[in-house]
């Protein structure tokens, strides 16, 4: 795990410059809060069109 | 017969690229406010008290800058030693200081300096990187270009170069005459010590360390 | 000019605009060949036109024409898609001319002033010397009543008449357009503020913004040109703008690795810019995939002809997608890695991807729009190849190749020698310029050139003399 996360390592801390654990972890939190809401999007969507189905 | 696709829906792509891009804007924004706080200009008042900002006051041409590795950041910085003399005096205010760096910038720019030179390698790739141009050995007192402008220091070599670059080629591709006055030639030199002391994460890497034989040359 | 088929105005005005663009192209190829002949013999105009004005000329040119034909395209597809004339079309002519002369007064000042005092009168009145934004202060401000001109003729035209998805596409996407050019105006002393900002207008523009112009344009021109179904080219717009987008926002963080900016920035540009090939390879199969899908239908009809109905422009609109994501995406994701780009930044490699994204992304699909206007323009139903189509396009695009394959041999001579043996000193970089690998890239760059220059001439000849050729369905 030493390998995985690593201290802050920048001049000046900061949320974004915290978030950034390792190589990954940053980005891999951002792609996810992008990403993710477009599953209620999704179930809408599917919602609306099960009721125009019918 | 199955029931249409949400995923060959036209609505739920267009709200899809709406939420994405107008999340994706509001974090650009707040990344921005972040780090907006993080390069606003030190000074001197930092300096005096060691207060280490990426973006230094213009005072730091104050002080001798060194570029030297950091085993936390495992990449260089730069650093900002003790007092050193600049263009013979080393207790420039802040006005004066400022007014030198805004002279240096505006000149950057109207003499168009990007245009062949890269700055915190952006700009022209026809002419070398200035990023670090102050802490280039070349201008040192060991170096060939202050011995090729006959000046006795860095400050003034490259502010002679800078007044008259085609009188010291070092290249076939030469430098042209620009008009640039005695006073302009201060100013870009004191906007390109001032550069050269914004931490750039490692940019560029080894920086003046390599010097002589490469390739058997 | 007589014998007009259009009745629209704003067709007429699109034609306008595509002229000027055209003849900006040539500008741009003629300084660019320029610079590239004083790469392989310096003294070429030494302190009579330097590289540096030749160079800023070739960039300033590139963005201005570009600019002009996407402006032309606009106002071209508009009365199509909403079905009415464009609201102010008077405004958008008087803009037009504005917007024109603005740009001769600044290339004029450009070639006989060149440089001026380090004060604020140079910055207002010759030039800002911040590269692609060069345009001193007055044209700034000229320039954006012009771009609000234009945005408010789109925004009148799109709610007073039918409003596509591709219309609301463009919509919010010019509007962010115009609206991204204000963050590169103001002066500050502070280098690293500056270019912060500075890449708000280049990288929103080239990697976001123009990107779903290009994305808009493409689905216009695969229903008008093989008759692809609306429905399903505006859901690939839809995906292409939430992938464009999704990437190419924070994808910005690839350009604050070096410049002064935090860490964070590093993980946060490598990762969404990694993403940025791959809505260029969902607009690639999109407009392959349509292709063949329509001329299926047809065979299936028993029908062998072509689906096409504009054979050179659909001939740039498949090199778009192909030069898109070659240029784009391929040269951009090879240094867009922090680890790579350490070593890559600023050096030829740059200038590789920036030849062929930029012609790939946008020159090709703006010259198909060309040829669009002159097939509305002569009232041709089919258009079909000339021989000058045939020179121009290969000529061109393999001009190109060509530059970019050189600049990136020269571009490894950069990075290797200048950087990584010899860490990026004056001497340093002038070892690196004297390598036989570097010099003989800049040669081919040179002899590439002159091939782009050539098929120029053959552009302009087609675009000026296809319409009258007999072989169309008219």
Known sequence: ?54 | MAKKSVWSDNRFWQRSAAWITGFASVLLIWLTFDTSGQISMGNDSDLKNGVTKRVPGPTVINYKITYEMDKKRQHEVPVIGEKEKFFGRDDYSEEEAAKLLHLGKLGSQTKNCMNCHTLLGNGAYYAPDLTKAWLDPAWGPTGSMQAMTGKSTKEEAMAEFLQHPSQYPTHARMMPNLGITAEEAKGLVAFLKHMSSIDTNGFPRNFGKIQGAVNGK | MANSYLTSESKKLATWYFTVAATLFGAQLLFGLVAAIQYVIPGFLFEILDFSVARMIHINALVVWMVFAMFGSVYWLLPDETGIETVGIELGKLLFWVFTAAVTVVVLVYIFVQVGAADETSIWFIHEGREYIEAPRWADLGITVVALGFVANLFMTGMKGNRSGIVTVLMADMIAFAGLYLTGMFYTDNITVDQFWWWWVIHLWVEATWEVFVGSIAAYGLITMIGAHRKVVEMWLWIEVTMLFGSGILGMGHHYFWIGTPEYWWEIGALFSALEPLPLVAMFIHVLYDWGKMQGEESAKGKDVSVITNKPAFTWFVLNAFGNFLGAGIWGFFHTLPQVNLYTHGTQFTSAHGHLAFFGAYATILIGMMYIAVQGKNGIKVMNNTTSTIFATSMITGGVVGMTVALTVAGYVDVLVTRAQMGATWAGYFDGQSGAWFAQGMDWRLVMGVVTFTGFFFLVKDLLSIGKATHHVR
Do not use: C
């Not at chain 1, 996360?5 to 891999?28: C, H, K, M, R, Y």
């Open chain 1, 1 to 54: 795990m030493n390998a995985m996360f690593e201290p802050f390592t920048d001049l000046v801390p900061s949320f974004f410059g915290t978030l950034a654990q390792g190589p990954l972890t940053l980005t891999i939190f951002l792609h996810t809060v992008i990403v993710l809401p477009m599953i209620w999007i999704y179930k809408q969507e599917k919602a609306r069109l099960e009721q125009e189905g019918n």
